[in-house]
């Protein structure tokens, strides 16, 4: 998508890092390339950290190194949602801007009619991605279908795993609810979701609480809720209609058009902070100097 409206804006993507007039880098950056082109602005794009709620295994606290590096070098980085961005603001002092995603609705139209199942549709299973809540919604629902990638096999539960895009496109715009329990760092499938006209349920943290209202565009509870849960999904299957309007409305807000538009906002502003920085002082220095002003001079001079 980035590569597709970029054009339309005058921003071309050339494979010689050497002829750019900005760096941006995804995640990390390789210590070569920082390196080798000091003379570069450079944006961070970072979409989230693992975070040390969850058990890890060492490649994550590696990979947070990484990307902290990379955050810690850039002139400004981007975030989709201020709950990720505030996390990075908060650890590092670092300018960072809120990009969200963005969706083609023409990609997804609303089917005539849903099928009436609720999805659990993530494409991994780790800390995060704990396909637990579905299973226990589905054991105490057993009259409710539910479909999911991952997860334990039921009378009333169908197990798909890992799909294309293409097969888990047609299983996101036939659900009858979406179930968001993932703490998610801004939701790329909830976005496809609401998309399609979908009923979100899910969990109130992460970023879902910026884009998901309560008994409007969704339904969230408190995490490990799953009382709330079940209230959910027969508010969702009772209220299709009205909320299927909503979802879809606020999806529209975010295109990708408007998604590229706040990107160049950045990469001009990039630009322009570190020509600043390379025609103005970088450093402020407060010399304490109270009965002192005899050796000022000196100590500044060393």
Known sequence: AQLKHFRRLGIQ???????????????????????????????AHCHGLYWSEYQWEDWAYKANTEVLKLICTADITTAPSQWVANVIRRHTSRDVRVVPHGIDLREWQPPTQDRGYVLWNKTRVDPVCDPEPMNTLSMMMPQQS??????????????????SY????????????????????????????????????????????????????????????????????????????????????????????????????????????????????????????????KYIGSALAS
């Not at 998309?195 to 209202?213: D, H, K, L, M, P």
């Open 146 to 163: 539910f479909v999911t990638t991952f997860g334990e096999e039921r009378d009333n539960v169908q197990v798909v795993g890992r799909l």
């Open 166 to 293: 293409k097969d888990a496109k047609q299983l996101v715009r036939h659900a009858g609810v979406y179930l968001c329990t993932t703490r998610e760092t801004f939701g790329i499938g909830t976005l496809e979701a609401k998309a399609s006209g979908g009923r979100i349920v899910g969990y109130a943290y992460g970023a879902q609480t910026e884009y998901i209202e309560h008994e409007k565009t969704g339904f969230l509870v408190e995490p490990g809720d799953t009382a709330g849960l079940i209230a959910g999904i027969k508010w969702a299957l009772e209220n299709r209609a009205i909320i299927s309007e909503r979802v879809r409305a606020k999806a529209a807000e975010f295109s990708w058009p408007a998604a590229a538009q706040a990107y160049r906002d950045v990469y001009n502003d990039a630009i322009e902070k570190y020509e600043q920085m390379h025609t103005v002082p970088r450093t402020s220095i407060v010399v304490t100097a109270y009965n002192l002003d």
């Open 13 to 43: 993507h050339i494979e010689d890092p050497g002829d750019a007039d900005l760096l941006a880098f995804h995640i990390t950056a390789p210590d070569s390339y920082l390196k080798r082109f000091p003379d570069k602005p450079i944006v």
